[in-house]
């Protein structure tokens, strides 16, 4: 085992010296060690309730034969973060996390590895950490929260909050309203309700097979997560026997069928950021252009917030992402998951219990799948667009340039009502570098939305979108403006011409007219001068290669 190296030997007396001062007995010790890696905390609250599934996975560790441990790794809320300095440190977080598992893995030699997550950047964090350690390892995401509710309508955070307040600066609701849906749109622990990033995420950890079958739906507070939480733990002490590693598991055909199943959801945009940097832990390249292809031929079968009517329940209530992959069958490959059992044979064995809510391939709500890759002038190496959460009128759209050097800029300008019909919102110097951190956006876009401008006004940014972000907003615009890329050189009033279908971006300029621009551009002083952050700035690559360190 690999904690022989702490366990075994005259020379590892006061190694075990130690490991008896945390209540280990001998016996015990014999028995595989098995981290819990849990991102509990008070701050978050689809982490909330991870007490309890600690303690269910604890119980299935000592069943199972194993010996837990459980160890804290930090975790930030987006939404909380959201809308001002704190979300600089939101993408960051993700490489500080798969550090700080990591660190503790190697240097307490342990066998394998329960990686209890959630949210946005903890879970690809985690799965980081779980490909570069090549550990047995098994992921618990704790899950959905349930859907709020305002007399008999039901409410969700991205509706019911960040939208309401363009609805409120619109008079459409008023302050008591407002208030009403504050303290009813998130009732309780989990993940917020729709397929945003943490959603998203979990349906790709248990696509790619790194969670057993159910796990990304079952919701935080049901009964039903906590016996797949007390199977974990029984489950990863049968793969440290048989030394099945995530390697093993997350093959270049797992991220492809990751890759399908978040394509026929229409998940957030935020996986073209992790599915690479998860990808590139396993020595495998997954390039935007791949996640393009295959959403080109993968059907849209759901129709999930925030641009669909279903919850996350719902999903669950249907089948969850077995019954997804039973409606992919034809399209993934198969391989080996962390249950034992093979991709397809869960694909198989699942029936959608509802035709609508996971609808047949056939009748599919979008011949195409969730986020198209959009090239040209403007983005030479790529941008993202959720484009089933854009409306038909959208799909080509031509308008004046509204440039802004920061979210908070735009964001003004949105609320005050300068921005009209026809404009292209230009939020520049938040990508990776410049940012730095490349924040999410989805407070303006949802003002946006709340405002009545999804159907006139478009948003193209070097920086990045909530899972909760509808519209025509095109994100992770590479190179970014700190880079020099062309979205630097956007001037007020250039016409940008949007083509989805045609997988194009570009600024109608000439390529004599942006040279000029481009000799007249000096690079800004950075943001952040202090801190991490301010190495992170300097180590971290484009968003087109998932914004990886060096």
Same mark, same amino acid.
């Given at each position: 085992?690999?904690?022989?190296?702490?366990?075994?030997?005259?020379?590892?007396?006061?190694?075990?010296?130690?490991?008896?001062?945390?209540?280990?007995?001998?016996?015990?010790?014999?028995?595989?060690?098995? #981290?819990?890696?849990?991102?509990?905390?008070? +701050?978050?609250?689809?982490?909330?309730?991870?007490?309890? %599934? @600690?303690?269910?996975?604890?119980?299935?560790?000592?069943?199972?034969?194993?010996?837990?441990?459980?160890?804290?790794?930090? #975790?930030?809320? &987006?939404?909380?973060?959201?809308?001002?300095?704190?979300?600089?440190?939101?993408?960051?977080?993700?490489e500080l996390i798969a550090d700080m598992v990591e660190s503790i893995t190697l240097a307490n030699a342990l066998d394998g590895l329960v990686l209890l997550t959630n949210c946005d950047k903890i879970t690809p964090g985690m799965l980081m950490a779980a490909a570069r350690l090549d550990v047995p390892t098994l992921v618990v995401t704790a899950g959905p929260m349930l859907s709020g509710r305002l007399g008999m309508e039901r409410q969700n955070l991205v509706t019911g909050t960040f939208e309401a307040v363009g609805r409120y600066r619109k008079g459409e609701i008023n302050e008591k309203e407002l208030c009403a849906l504050e303290?009813?749109?998130?009732?309780?622990?989990?993940?917020?309700?729709?397929?945003?990033?943490?959603?998203?995420?979990?349906? !790709?950890?248990?696509?790619?097979?790194?969670?057993?079958?159910?796990?990304?739906?079952?919701?935080?507070?049901?009964?039903?997560?906590?016996r797949i939480a007390y199977e974990s733990g029984v489950r990863v002490v049968e793969l440290v026997k048989k030394d099945v590693t995530p390697r093993k598991i997350m093959t270049k055909t797992a991220f492809e069928n990751a890759i399908t199943v978040d394509m026929a959801l229409g998940g957030s945009t935020n996986t073209c950021l992790h599915i690479p940097a998860i990808a590139h832990e396993a020595g495998i390249d997954i390039p935007l252009s791949a996640i393009d292809e295959i959403s080109k031929k993968t059907p849209h079968i759901t129709d999930l917030l925030p641009a669909g009517k279903y919850y996350m329940e719902d999903l669950d209530a249907a089948g969850g992402i077995p019954?997804?992959?039973?409606?992919?069958?034809?399209?993934?490959?198969?391989?080996?998951?962390?249950?034992?059992?093979? !991709?397809? @044979?869960?694909?198989?064995?699942?029936?959608?219990?509802? &035709?609508?809510?996971?609808?047949?391939?056939?009748?599919?709500?979008?011949?195409?799948?969730?986020?198209?890759? +959009?090239?040209?002038? %403007?983005?030479?190496?790529?941008? !993202?667009?959720?484009?089933?959460?854009?409306?038909e009128k959208?799909?080509?759209?031509k308008g004046r340039a509204r440039c802004f050097d920061s979210e908070e800029d735009a964001m003004a300008a949105i609320l005050s009502g300068k921005i009209k019909s026809g404009d292209v919102i230009v939020i520049r110097y938040e990508g990776p570098k410049g940012g730095p951190g490349m924040r999410e956006m989805l407070s303006p876009t949802a003002a946006i939305v709340g405002m009545g401008l999804a159907d006139s006004v478009a948003l193209i940014t070097d920086g990045r979108f909530s899972g909760g972000t509808q519209g025509p907003c095109i994100g992770h615009v590479s190179p970014e403006a700190m880079e020099g890329g062309p979205i630097a050189l956007i001037k007020d009033g250039d016409e940008i011409a949007i083509d989805i279908p045609a997988r194009k971006l570009e600024l109608k300029v000439s390529k004599t007219e942006l040279a000029k621009r481009m000799k007249l551009w000096k690079k800004p002083e950075p943001k952040i001068k202090t801190g991490w952050l301010a190495r992170y700035s300097r180590m971290v690559t484009s968003a087109n290669t998932g914004a990886v360190m060096k």
């Open positions: 085992m690999r904690s022989d190296r702490i366990k075994k030997g005259i020379e590892r007396a006061p190694n075990r010296a130690l490991l008896f001062a945390t209540g280990i007995t001998r016996k015990e010790l014999a028995k595989p060690l098995i #981290g819990i890696a849990s991102s509990f905390t008070d +701050l978050i609250p689809g982490h909330i309730g991870m007490r309890d %599934l @600690e303690r269910y996975i604890e119980k299935g560790v000592h069943a199972g034969g194993g010996y837990s441990f459980v160890f804290g790794i930090p #975790g930030i809320c &987006d939404g909380i973060a959201m809308g001002h300095g704190g979300m600089h440190y939101s993408l960051p977080s993700r303290e009813c749109a998130c009732p309780g622990p989990g993940a917020c309700q729709g397929l945003y990033t943490a959603n998203t995420m979990a349906c !790709v950890t248990e696509a790619m097979g790194m969670s057993l079958p159910g796990c990304a739906t079952a919701l935080a507070v049901s009964s039903k997560k906590r019954a997804v992959m039973g409606r992919l069958l034809s399209r993934l490959k198969d391989g080996i998951t962390v249950s034992g059992f093979k !991709v397809k @044979e869960i694909a198989r064995g699942a029936k959608p219990e509802s &035709d609508e809510i996971i609808r047949t391939v056939e009748r599919a709500y979008h011949k195409e799948g969730g986020i198209a890759v +959009l090239t040209g002038n %403007l983005a030479p190496l790529g941008s !993202v667009i959720k484009q089933t959460a854009v409306s959208m799909m080509k759209f």
